[in-house]
C-alpha cells in the first residue's frame, strides 16, 4: 500500500458579525388628529418617551410634516407603526435606519 502525505494550504478563518439593521418609525402630519392625541399616543406606545419629548416630537410633525419617534430592531418598530397606526396616526412605511 503506497500512502501519500496530503498537505492542505493554512486557512484563516475570519467571522464577521453583522448587526440587524434599525428601523425608524415615523408619524406623519395630516389633517386629522390632534396635537393631544398624538402626544397621548406617543406616551402610551413608545418606551421610555418623556412627556416634554412627546409634545417636543408632535410639534415637529406640526411643523416640517413627520418625526421619527422611535428607531431600533424591527420587530419592535413593526409593533410600535402598527399600534400607532390602529390609534389613527398618519405613518410613514418603515425604512431602515
Given at each position: ?18 448587526t440587524y439593521p434599525n428601523f425608524k ?6 389633517d386629522f388628529n390632534t396635537f393631544e ?10 418606551p421610555g418617551m418623556t412627556d416634554d ?45
Amino acid at each position: 500500500m503506497i500512502t501519500a502525505a496530503v498537505t492542505t494550504p493554512d486557512r484563516v478563518i475570519e467571522t464577521v458579525r453583522k448587526t440587524y439593521p434599525n428601523f425608524k418609525v415615523i408619524v406623519l402630519n395630516d389633517d386629522f388628529n390632534t396635537f393631544e392625541h398624538v402626544h397621548k399616543c406617543l406616551m402610551k406606545y413608545i418606551p421610555g418617551m418623556t412627556d416634554d419629548v412627546a409634545w417636543s416630537l408632535t410639534v415637529q410633525v406640526d411643523a416640517e410634516g413627520q418625526a421619527i419617534v422611535w428607531v431600533g430592531p424591527q420587530e419592535q418598530a413593526e409593533l410600535y407603526h402598527q399600534q400607532l397606526r390602529r390609534e389613527g396616526l398618519t405613518m410613514a412605511p418603515l425604512e431602515a435606519a
